[in-house]
């Protein structure tokens, strides 16, 4: 098993919001009253139904609540356990199935309150992505403007698979903002389920739509280069969360051969994809969809032609690995320092201040 | 302006060609085409015939014709593929014959045809357009030239007359698969479609899942994108779901005879979901009881990827190390003959394949699983 | 180097392109806007005959949804994969540090100065701009 190196940063970890109305005490009392009085029950996505095997790893399940949702389990099996000197929240909460614009910028409000109270400001290695209201592009901008005056919020989040293509120019706002304030956009399986969950339709399961996960993060890939999200917007950087990664090598092949052939429909694409991929954009390690035998991932990894797509991650408390063999085997030293802790300082810019000034103090 | 005065009849690439292929090939993905609006009627009830005039082919997106998605040439084909006595690209057998099948050496030639009654919510007008489409496959173009081979079209959005249509045709040596395509109303393991690998695996015919169509659905998981661009990548993301549906939905296991061919969205994407699947299986299997196996064991036994368009890194080490994963005797040659994105046989493989992989890769695995070896 | 008569100058409106082979090389001569141009019919590619395809213009952009279009008719477009070349200099616009084709110096001769005949001789200096860049697929 591959040891972890000290002083990493977890990219991927999921405190859970237990129930709605753990949000009631951050919301208004004109929503407080609509969720008390219309009966609404809890948000959850079926992409992460509490009691599927992916959804937590059998020894990281409590006994009682979902997982994820007890801070201290967090700090035993994940922070503590590997060691790390930050870890990054992405809550995965339903709010992004919401129809109505308000109740989504209520409940998206609500929930990036409660992850300062209740998470960030009780350890001190704990830092969050901006869960934004994304049926609203202004309202978005707006959150992310709000919260990114606390310096613990390192991220913006969004989901996979939405109403539109992700490079649509529709989102540009959202984008612009993020550049400004020098915060990566994060990219996190799962879905709104406005669209069907894979590209031909409606599957009959869960493990279909988990599969087709990566599907999903290959043509938003496609979308935000062709584009031209990064020609627009070159120091903003996007991280795939949750999205594996072995598929990469395969899927810029194809992009680049069709780019050669059809560039005059996207000329503002003028660099090779490979290129834009290897400036703007980073991959959360898990799941690591490969055998286990560290020559066919040496293999990918020629095949990725970077060291610095990679960023640790545990994707806590889902289950993507047992015990702690969290890195792959077989990498070399140095190549784990790349992936904890190097290659997540560089992506995350007030990490990286953070960083600094801890080791000036 | 763009007029030309041709000299020569030859052209650089048919020389060239003909001097270096001297291997016979198969090309398991040609798409022959219709030389005018009418020359299905023959094939096709008359009472179609104004329907069609009044109505058009209602399909499953808004344009009457041309596609939502322009293409990057006209009819998606090489602009050298017009035949000279007119016609659109694919449309002539004659010139098939001396652009492609003569000067390629292709002894095994895989008709594919597009346009037919698929994707087309009228049930009935698809049926009958699909049946014409088999009869003239073979009266134009398999009873005219041996080495070619017909695909058996079906209304695949109705299974049981989808069936019907295999049924009636099996055992004609004319054809030697079932053609459906990538894009249909749902994921093509679902159970509507059970009829028609039911059929197919009794005729003991493989079945062609070839890239496009449309059923409804915006063609990614988050809707609709822009360009044309993200629809020609995009057929690979199209074809991971499709092979996902048909292993979760236990096909395999249901039709353990039925053998499943991917065609025109690459085999890269395979390795890494065929990986992802095992993965997820393993964690997951008590929501699908009825897959029993290891999807990577029920991959490597039931299907085959055409190699069109082909894989095309930097470093050739790195095709050859997916090659490896995939499998040289899964990988069938094929062209896409006339269209844009085609692939020069002579070219399209890097050196350093050593000659068993290289008869299986444009040859042998052809013959193998189409019973012509 | 030996000149070859191509056509008439009549014969090789703005606009038009002529195909012929000259010492087994397959070349196509254009007119585009009454300047000159000669490219080997070949697309170093995967082989196809470039000179084929269509003359479009050079679109670029400094920021996506606007598209600067200019020199227009100087863009050949292989007819297969589409790839776009400079007819003036052979250079091509997918991937400007790997590819490019050959082109070839055009001249056009005033008639006296070359042999009458059906044809007006006129020049073809042909001009080797760089190494043929052989595809290594």
Not at chain 1, 186 to 210: F, K, L, Q, R
Request: with cysteine.
């Amino acid at each position: 098993m591959t040891a972890p190196v000290a002083g990493g940063v977890d990219c991927d970890l999921h405190p859970a919001v237990p129930h709605l109305t753990s949000l009631l005490p951050y919301l208004d009392d004109y929503w407080r009253d609509q969720v008390t009085t219309r009966g609404m029950t809890d948000l959850v996505s079926q992409s992460y139904p509490p009691n599927s095997p992916i959804s937590a790893r059998p020894d990281w399940r409590p006994a009682r609540g979902k997982p994820g949702s007890r801070l201290e389990d967090m700090q035993a099996q994940a922070l503590d356990a590997f060691g790390v000197r930050f870890g990054i929240c992405n809550p995965l909460f339903g709010v992004q199935m919401v129809f109505s614009e308000d109740m989504a910028v209520a409940f998206t409000c609500a929930l990036n309150d409660w992850l300062v109270k209740e998470w960030l400001d009780k350890d001190d290695r704990l830092r969050g992505s901006i869960v934004i209201p994304i049926q609203s592009v202004e309202k978005s901008v707006a959150e992310i403007e709000r919260c990114a005056r606390d310096k613990r919020f390192v991220q913006v989040l969004m989901l996979v698979m939405g109403d539109l293509p992700l490079g649509k120019r529709t989102y540009w706002p959202i984008y612009a903002a993020a550049e400004r304030l020098g915060l990566p956009i994060g990219i996190h399986a799962g879905s709104s389920y406005h669209n069907p969950p894979t590209s031909v339709g409606w599957g009959s399961y869960h493990i279909e739509d988990y599969v087709a996960q990566a599907q999903a993060f290959q043509t938003q890939l496609t979308s935000l280069i062709v584009e031209g999200v990064f020609a627009r917007h070159p120091k903003l950087t996007m991280v795939m969360l949750e999205s594996g990664f072995t598929w990469l090598p395969p899927y810029l092949w194809r992009l680049h051969k069709f780019w050669r052939g059809i560039r005059m429909e996207t000329p503002w694409v003028d660099r090779a994809p490979l290129e834009i991929v290897r400036s703007n954009i980073r991959f959360s390690l898990q799941p690591i969809d490969a055998p286990p035998e560290p020559e066919v991932l040496n293999r990918l990894f020629d095949h990725m032609q970077s060291d610095e797509l990679l960023l640790f991650s545990t994707d806590y408390p889902h289950w993507q690995f047992d015990r702690d063999a969290a890195l792959p085997e077989g990498i070399s030293s140095d190549l784990v320092k790349k992936i904890m802790i190097d290659n997540p300082l560089a992506t995350y810019g007030r990490l990286k201040e953070a960083a600094i000034k801890e080791t000036m103090s | 302006m763009n007029v030309q005065f041709r000299e020569r009849a030859e052209t650089a690439s048919s020389t060239e060609a003909r001097a270096q292929v001297k291997t016979a090939i198969a090309d398991c993905d040609i798409h022959p085409a219709r030389a005018t609006a009418t020359e299905l009627h023959p094939f096709l009830a008359s009472r179609w015939h104004k329907h069609l005039e009044t109505y058009g082919k209602h399909p499953y997106q808004g344009m009457m014709e041309g596609p939502p998605y322009p293409k990057a040439q006209p009819n998606a084909s090489r602009r050298d593929a017009y035949p000279p006595e007119g016609g659109p690209q694919g449309s002539s057998l004659s010139f098939m014959q001396k652009q492609h099948l003569d000067p390629n050496n292709v002894v095994l030639g895989v008709l594919n045809p597009l346009a037919t009654g698929q994707g087309i919510r009228n049930h009935d007008l698809a049926a009958a357009i699909c049946s014409a489409i088999n009869d003239w496959q073979i009266d134009k173009w398999t009873s005219k030239d041996s080495r070619l081979k017909g695909s058996i079209v079906v209304a695949n959005e109705d299974g049981p007359t989808a069936a019907a249509e295999i049924r009636k045709r099996a055992g004609d040596k004319n054809f030697v698969q079932v053609l459906l395509l990538s894009r249909t109303v749902e994921p093509l393991g679902q159970r509507r479609y059970w009829p028609i690998y039911e059929a197919a695996e009794e005729a003991g015919l493989p079945v062609g899942v070839h890239a496009f169509g449309f059923g409804g659905n915006p063609i990614t998981a988050s809707g609709w994108p822009s360009f044309y661009i993200e629809e020609m990548v995009g057929h690979s993301q199209c074809q991971q779901a499709v092979l996902s549906s048909l292993v979760l939905e236990g096909v395999f296991e249901r039709y353990s005879r039925l053998k499943m061919i991917m065609i025109e969205a690459g085999f890269g994407w395979a390795p890494s979901l065929a990986w992802r699947l095992d993965k997820n299986w393993k964690r997951l299997r008590s929501e699908v009881p009825h897959v029993t196996r290891l999807p990577s064991e029920t991959i490597r036994e039931h299907i085959w990827w055409t190699t069109q368009p082909m894989e095309d890194p930097e470093r050739r080490d790195h095709l050859f190390d997916v090659i490896d994963w995939v499998g040289w005797d899964k990988l069938l040659f094929a062209t896409d003959y006339p269209h844009w994105d085609f692939d020069e046989p002579s070219r399209v493989l890097p050196p350093g394949v050593g000659d068993a992989n290289r008869e299986a890769f444009y040859l042998g695995n052809a013959k193998t699983l189409y019973g012509l070896a | 180097m030996t000149r070859h008569v191509v056509a008439t100058v009549n014969e090789l409106p703005p606009g038009t392109r002529k195909f012929l082979t000259i010492d087994d090389r397959p070349i196509a001569v254009f007119n585009v806007n009454g300047e000159y141009f000669g490219l080997l019919n070949r697309c170093p590619h995967q082989g196809a005959a470039l000179c084929e395809g269509p003359l479009i213009g050079l679109a670029q952009s400094s920021d996506p949804g606007e598209i600067e279009y200019t020199r227009l008719g100087e863009i050949i477009r292989c007819p297969w994969h589409g790839w776009e070349f400079d007819i003036r200099t052979g250079q091509s616009y997918c991937d400007p540090k790997r590819f490019r084709t050959r082109a070839y110096a055009v001249n056009v001769e005033p008639g006296t100065a070359v042999v009458k005949g059906p044809y007006v001789a006129e020049t073809l200096k042909v001009s080797v701009e760089s190494d043929y860049v052989v595809v290594d697929l």
